[in-house]
């Protein structure tokens, strides 16, 4: 009795051929061109493993930004931290500074000009493109403006993100949404449409897109033209240099010094009529004081004490609909 067996060929498979694969080293040179952003990615095509029957992969390099001791960068455009005094804010400073190509430049203010302290809050370094402000406007609407999406909530902050994220996926650049006190209604439009049809109605609250232009002038800081990074596409053009400055006031002055500086500079805003020689006229100096410390220390004494009407908040306090996803139905 003969019994036969088929199997694949170990060598080659089953396929009918063999191959044989080999190790080789091959240098790859890799060109980065100025301006390149951070996670700019330099491909070789077809450099990658070969296999039988399959397409050669690619290599792909991705360049990775290593932060600078002292430049900062945001796009084309350097950020350079540094602190002058008061005298230096106020009569003028120079600056020397190397940078990164090697050069030496010597950076100074115009004559007479004065170095402002930055706006507060504003971070020029925070990347906040998608962030989108608003201008509330109490007892308004625009009903002649046709209803693009509607949201059966009325949470702020629950729609407000849902312009900036659910309805710009959507393709709905939302210029103003109404709430009123059951739901909220999106509406597209330009700044100047929408408050030209705008009208007064009760027991709605608009919220209308704010101009993107109306704080230029606050957000205004001292730069050097055309000393920031050349940009990708074109490495002639460059972008700008900007100095955060921080304005370092002194400890204290004496009182003639004040007397003094109060003869060069701008009158007080803030004229005083009373006289201290008034007895009806309290006299108080201001003190440096820590508001968080003082906010903890009287919160004990600020709390209710056990009103049975509180039995439907929550370990955090007053409940609201803060958090729930928005339901836009488009219009």
């Not at 290593?66 to 120079?94: N, P, Q, W």
């Not at 509330?136 to 312009?163: F, H, R, S, W």
């Not at 210029?175 to 006190?181: E, K, T």
Request: aromatic share 6%; hydrophobic share 35%.
């Amino acid at each position: 009795m003969i019994q036969q067996m088929q199997s694949a060929c170990d060598a080659c498979g089953g396929q009918g051929k063999s191959f044989k694969t080999k190790r080789e080293r091959e240098v790859l040179e890799v060109h980065i061109q100025k301006g390149a952003p951070h996670d700019h990615k330099i491909p070789f095509r077809e450099m990658a493993d070969e296999h039988p029957d399959a397409d050669t992969g690619d290599v792909i390099f991705i360049c990775k930004q290593e932060e600078h001791k002292m430049f900062k960068r945001k796009g084309a455009d350097l950020y350079l931290e540094r602190t002058i005094s008061l005298v230096e804010a106020l009569c003028g400073f120079e600056m020397e500074l190397e940078h990164l190509d090697g050069r030496k430049l010597l950076i100074k203010t115009a004559p007479g000009e004065i170095v402002q302290p930055m706006m507060q809050g504003f971070d020029p370094l925070a990347y906040d493109e998608g962030k989108m402000e608003w201008e509330v406007m109490e007892g308004y609407d625009c009903p002649d403006i046709d209803n693009v999406a509607q949201a059966d909530t009325t949470d702020v902050d629950t729609l407000k993100k849902a312009c900036e994220t659910q309805l710009k996926r959507k393709g709905i650049d939302v210029g103003v949404f109404v709430v009123d006190g059951q739901r909220a209604y999106f509406k597209q439009g330009s700044r100047e449409e929408i408050m030209a049809a705008r009208k007064v109605r009760k027991n709605c609250t608009m919220y209308v897109l704010a101009d993107p232009n109306a704080k230029n002038a606050m957000r205004v800081m001292k730069a050097v033209k055309d000393e920031g990074m050349p940009t990708y596409k074109n490495p002639f053009v460059h972008g700008n240099l900007f100095l955060i400055l921080t304005i370092q006031f002194p400890d204290r002055l004496e009182p003639d010094v004040q007397a003094k500086l109060k003869q060069h500079l701008p009158p007080p805003l803030l004229p005083c009529s009373f006289k201290e020689d008034d007895p009806a006229v309290e006299i108080h100096n201001l003190v440096d004081m820590d508001p968080v410390q003082s906010f903890n220390s009287n919160k004990v004494n600020m709390q209710d004490g056990g009103n049975a009407y509180d039995e439907d908040e929550g370990p955090g306090g007053m409940r609201g609909p803060g958090g729930q996803n928005v339901q836009c139905q488009q219009m």
